[in-house]
């Protein structure tokens, strides 16, 4: 907290042209650290605030003048790779409107200065990160300025009428303690759990498969028919190809499973690394369950109960007596918390519960009531005795 107060109060001295070069040190630091850039954006309260309030600059000027200042200070700025930094007008562009927005009262005492990995981020595909705004709506643009689709909310909507034919991917990132939902361009959607990263094409395109990459986590597909067109997703070591299906894929980097669940339809499931085969590629059934283990790439095929595995995407988590040393990491991802368990007894004890609207706080009631337990929760970390 102390450290956001002084960085605000740097700022404004910066675009008042105050500031000495001991701030400029503690500014510099700040903002080479990693997506520190992004940060700024989220020092004004609301986003049209910033939009509102660069109507009363000429920006053009702006970036002018700030350009300027820069190049007059270039053997301080350039010698610490500040320069490197601020050369963009873009970022003079931001320090403006923040300095304006500070001035005007927009920052409120109790606004949280969050990074990218505590928001729903997409990326495009020029590397360009987008803070998801979940209390807002805008347009996906792409980097020529064209509309490409729509956001509401934590769910984005691509469109199918862009004139764009070639390949161009976007990703889309949840942090742990959220769930985010996208509609694909040819109408599939994809709700994604917590910890997920999706990469997909802004616009399918005609003759190619339908191809996306789910980078860990958990993700549940549904897909629309296409037989022109199959559906392939591509997590970890395995491909699973679809026509038009409902199914679930769980690939989170410290499970040593990839599980793919059907729910309806079919999916042939194959290693990526080698051309997809029918003859040799595994077909699933609804109702069944495939792991494919990361380290022998050995497939298991059994019966599983669905609902088990795809509550969460109506932000449902239901256990089936499962051990308590399995759960924790789902109630990591769900709540966004860290769990240290050293009850060494309740790590085997099988838990069945569901919970959906409950907070951390009454999840340990209720474990505490099957299971007496000491524990203490303090933020976001919770200690089992």
């Given at each position: 907290?102390?450290?956001?107060?002084?960085?605000?109060?740097?700022?404004?001295?910066?675009?008042?042209?105050?500031?000495?070069?001991?701030?400029?040190?503690?500014?510099?630091?700040?903002?080479?650290?990693?997506?520190?850039?992004?940060?700024?954006?989220?020092?004004?309260?609301?986003?049209?605030?910033?939009?509102?309030?660069?109507?009363?600059?000429?920006?053009?000027?702006?970036?002018?003048?700030?350009?300027?200042?820069?190049?007059?200070?270039?053997?301080?700025?350039?010698?610490?790779?500040?320069?490197?930094?601020?050369?963009?007008?873009?970022?003079?562009?931001?320090?403006?409107?923040?300095?304006?927005?500070?001035?005007?009262?927009?920052?409120?005492?109790?606004?949280?200065?969050?990074?990218?990995?505590?928001?729903?981020?997409?990326q495009l595909e020029n590397g360009d990160i987008e803070i998801i705004n979940e209390d807002g709506a805008s347009k996906i643009v792409d980097v020529h300025g064209t509309v490409v689709g729509s956001q509401n909310g934590n769910q984005l909507a691509y469109n199918n009428d862009s004139n764009i034919e070639i390949l161009v991917y976007n990703t889309l990132t949840v942090p742990y303690g959220k769930r985010s939902k996208v509609v694909l361009s040819d109408g599939t959607v994809v709700n994604l759990n917590a910890g997920t990263s999706l990469k997909f094409p802004v616009k399918f395109i005609e003759g190619k498969n339908r191809e996306v990459f789910v980078e860990g986590g958990e993700a549940y597909f549904n897909v629309a028919k296409d037989v022109k067109h199959p559906f392939i997703v591509n997590a970890d070591e395995i491909g699973v190809r679809v026509l038009g299906t409902q199914f679930n894929i769980s690939s989170y980097p410290e499970d040593i499973d990839i599980s793919t669940v059907l729910v309806e339809g079919s999916v042939s499931i194959y290693d990526k690394n080698e051309s997809y085969n029918r003859e040799t590629a595994t077909l699933l059934e609804p109702g069944f369950m495939a792991d494919w283990n990361k380290k022998g790439n050995n497939i298991i095929i059994k019966e599983t109960d669905v609902q088990m595995h795809t509550s969460w995407v109506n932000g449902k988590i239901i256990f089936k007596h499962i051990p308590f040393d399995n759960i924790i990491k789902k109630l990591e991802r769900h709540y966004n918390v860290e769990i240290i368990n050293n009850d060494k007894i309740l790590g085997k004890d099988l838990i069945t519960a569901s919970f959906d609207i409950e907070t951390i706080e009454e999840v340990f009631k209720v474990i505490h009531e099957i299971h007496p337990i000491n524990y203490t929760i303090k933020d976001s970390k919770i200690i089992i005795n």
């Amino acid at each position: 907290m102390e450290m956001k107060k002084k960085i605000e109060k740097i700022v404004v001295k910066f675009l008042m042209n105050t500031a000495n070069i001991e701030e400029f040190e503690v500014l510099k630091e700040w903002l080479v650290k990693f997506d520190n850039k992004q940060i700024f954006k989220n020092y004004v309260r609301i986003n049209y605030a910033m939009d509102i309030n660069m109507k009363q600059f000429d920006v053009e000027n702006a970036k002018k003048k700030y350009l300027r200042k820069i190049k007059q200070d270039k053997n301080i700025f350039f010698k610490n790779r500040l320069y490197k930094v601020f050369k963009y007008a873009a970022i003079a562009v931001i320090f403006l409107g923040v300095g304006y927005s500070y001035q005007q009262g927009f920052f409120a005492n109790d606004v949280e200065i969050t990074s990218p990995n505590e928001n729903i981020t997409l990326q495009l595909e020029n590397g360009d990160i987008e803070i998801i705004n979940e209390d807002g709506a805008s347009k996906i643009v792409d980097v020529h300025g064209t509309v490409v689709g729509s956001q509401n909310g934590n769910q984005l909507a691509y469109n199918n009428d862009s004139n764009i034919e070639i390949l161009v991917y976007n990703t889309l990132t949840v942090p742990y303690g959220k769930r985010s939902k996208v509609v694909l361009s040819d109408g599939t959607v994809v709700n994604l759990n917590a910890g997920t990263s999706l990469k997909f094409p802004v616009k399918f395109i005609e003759g190619k498969n339908r191809e996306v990459f789910v980078e860990g986590g958990e993700a549940y597909f549904n897909v629309a028919k296409d037989v022109k067109h199959p559906f392939i997703v591509n997590a970890d070591e395995i491909g699973v190809r679809v026509l038009g299906t409902q199914f679930n894929i769980s690939s989170y980097p410290e499970d040593i499973d990839i599980s793919t669940v059907l729910v309806e339809g079919s999916v042939s499931i194959y290693d990526k690394n080698e051309s997809y085969n029918r003859e040799t590629a595994t077909l699933l059934e609804p109702g069944f369950m495939a792991d494919w283990n990361k380290k022998g790439n050995n497939i298991i095929i059994k019966e599983t109960d669905v609902q088990m595995h795809t509550s969460w995407v109506n932000g449902k988590i239901i256990f089936k007596h499962i051990p308590f040393d399995n759960i924790i990491k789902k109630l990591e991802r769900h709540y966004n918390v860290e769990i240290i368990n050293n009850d060494k007894i309740l790590g085997k004890d099988l838990i069945t519960a569901s919970f959906d609207i409950e907070t951390i706080e009454e999840v340990f009631k209720v474990i505490h009531e099957i299971h007496p337990i000491n524990y203490t929760i303090k933020d976001s970390k919770i200690i089992i005795n």
